[in-house]
């Protein structure tokens, strides 16, 4: 993969697009994030947060399916993202993975948008 702030890195089920977008990173996973593809997601999240980008948004326009460990994986995104003063916004949400948000109240900790454009104009955190 490539360590860039631009790359993607692919598994049999896991492709993970990312981007900038001026003081934002977008990050794009397409397919399933389970316990065998989490760190796909991980290592990418946490290479941005280390490199100042704070405020991350998640295009879930391209995620099919999403469990716990998944969850789990945006959840440590989301804590890591606040505490350098950003936030992680998901965007686009397909609505098989907006279920296990609104099931779990993970909805509620997170900032939500339609979409990436909505979520890049939404302002700083």
């Not at 990173?25 to 389970?34: C, K």
């Not at 993970?106 to 955190?125: C, Q, R």
Request: proline residues 2%; hydrophobic residues 45%.
């Amino acid at each position: 993969m490539d360590r860039g702030t631009v790359g993607s890195a692919q598994s049999g089920r896991l492709l993970v697009e990312v981007r900038e977008e001026g003081s934002s990173a977008v990050v794009t996973p397409a397919g399933e994030l389970d316990h065998h593809t989490a760190d796909l997601l991980r290592e990418p999240l946490d290479d941005l947060l280390s490199k100042g980008f704070s405020r991350l948004v998640l295009d879930c326009s391209r995620l099919e399916f999403c469990d716990s460990t998944g969850l789990n994986v945006l959840l440590g995104a989301r804590l890591k993202a606040e505490a350098a003063g950003g936030g992680v916004h998901l965007a686009a949400m397909l609505p098989v993975v907006a279920r296990v948000f609104e099931i779990t109240g993970a909805e509620a900790v997170f900032t939500i948008h339609d979409s990436v454009e909505a979520a890049l104009a939404g302002g700083d955190g």
